[in-house]
């Protein structure tokens, strides 16, 4: 628990450094399309966030961005398998490609679930086992060979609502079997990447993720043992079941925890969420306990400038998985920082908003060149100083990534001419 929040809770308080290491791996040429489109509710007409998108049949997917867009890089022979969008609290959506092809922008339409609460039978309304017995069949319902993730990871900074920072990359993340749940097999290597800096001297000032793209393997609850989901651990929470959802058209018990105990460090409270028949681990929400600040300092604050005060005002996380073949893999990650700063004998003080997200778009198993040690992104290093500076709109290529939003996309622009 405790190396959990000192990694992944990590943050550096530093100025920006403006160093260069530059960072791409030479791109396959494939024959692929691009289809792009818009996720609503059909109730509502409300854009989507964070819904899975993905080709049955194969490991390709990415998700919507705030704006409920997506754009999913297709093989030319996989036009066959068509798409498949699910949401929590939805039922899922089948889409031909076929005879959506050659649209430009295409719109789906996602139907809120029932809920079936009568078909739910409660785990004796006690949470804590529910969740003890889950944690017992990880080694059946994950996977139990290694495997190669490929994943799009960003990161962006905010001053207020203003974006003065933003760095982002394919990374390759490689885990071994789910039946240990030690991480300290894992690694991970950025493929390419590109970064984007405000010029202006009052933005000086910004934070840089330290762990950066290891979230994927600190923040992989169900690998990583020591993160939240070990028996001693459970020790330090209340667990209640809530109200049971809807998710991949399966039904998932939800169980809500709280800190019952008092720490050395902060501890986290939110929701897990559970298949009802595998008893899998398929999502998790949670915030780090902001009840006593000088806790969540500790576990927030790394370094900082002489003279600068750090006041955190929300941690959270959200983790989730998907189910393959009958196994249950991670899928995305999602992490979110907001802090205030100021200088003593400055008056006002400034908000910052720190975001990472990582979805992974591809995946092999057993058949796949190890990851070099030397090559591995350490928890030391900040992903900010190992990736190059923006360039031309197909950096990418054929490469899945999280579409940017509307606001994202202003950010950049605005930075880009300041960068030149």
């Not at 003065?164 to 990359?169: F, G, L």
């Not at 806790?295 to 005002?313: D, M, N, S, T, Y």
């Not at 700063?341 to 908000?351: E, I, M, N």
């Not at 990851?371 to 197909?394: G, H, T």
Request: include cysteine; aromatic fraction near 10%.
């Amino acid at each position: 628990m405790k190396k959990l929040v000192g990694i992944t809770v990590g943050w550096l308080m530093a100025f920006l450094l403006l160093g260069v290491s530059p960072l791409w791996a030479q791109d396959e040429v494939e024959s692929y399309f691009t289809i792009t489109g818009v996720v609503k509710n059909k109730d509502n007409k409300r854009k989507l966030e964070n819904v899975n998108v993905s080709v049955p049949g194969t490991n390709i997917g990415t998700v919507t961005n705030a704006d409920g867009v997506f754009s999913l890089k297709i093989k030319d022979a996989e036009v066959v398998h068509g798409l498949e969008v699910s949401h929590i609290g939805y039922l899922n959506t089948q889409i031909s490609l076929k005879e959506n092809k050659d649209v430009s922008n295409l719109t789906i339409w996602m139907l809120p679930a029932p809920n079936l609460l009568s078909e739910i039978v409660i785990f004796g309304n006690n949470g804590r086992a529910l969740v003890e017995e889950a944690i017992k069949k990880i080694p059946v319902n994950y996977a139990a060979d290694k495997n190669l993730l490929t994943a799009f990871y960003r990161e962006t900074v905010q001053k207020r609502r203003r974006y003065i920072s933003v760095s982002e990359a394919v990374i390759d993340v490689s885990k071994t079997a789910y039946s240990d749940r030690d991480p300290a097999g894992d690694k991970v290597q950025l493929q390419r990447g590109r970064r984007l800096l405000s010029q202006k001297t009052s933005d000086t000032l910004a934070v840089k993720v330290v762990g950066g793209p290891n979230l994927s393997i600190y923040l992989d609850i169900v690998k990583n043992g020591d993160a939240l989901l070990s028996m001693e651990n459970l020790n330090y929470y209340d667990f209640h079941i809530e109200e049971p959802v809807n998710l991949d058209n399966r039904m998932q018990y939800v169980v809500s925890f709280r800190p019952r105990v008092s720490l050395m460090y902060a501890l986290f409270y939110g929701k897990l969420y559970i298949d009802f028949e595998k008893l899998a681990f398929t999502r998790a929400e949670f915030s780090l306990d902001m009840q006593n600040r000088v806790k969540a300092v500790e576990a927030i604050l790394h370094k900082k400038p002489l003279g600068l005060r750090f006041r955190p005002q929300e941690v959270s996380y959200l983790v989730t998985y998907k189910e393959k073949n009958g196994k249950t893999y991670l899928n995305y990650i999602r992490n979110e920082i907001r802090f205030k700063c100021d200088w003593k004998k400055r008056l006002f003080s400034s908000s910052y908003t720190a975001f990472s997200e990582m979805v992974v778009t591809d995946r092999k198993e057993n058949n796949f060149a190890a990851i070099p040690s030397k090559k591995a992104f350490k928890e030391k290093q900040v992903f900010y100083d190992m990736v190059d500076v923006y360039w031309n709109e197909d950096f990418w290529n054929a490469y899945n990534i999280i579409e940017p939003t509307e606001s994202l996309e202003h950010a950049v622009s605005k930075l880009k001419k300041q960068s030149r």
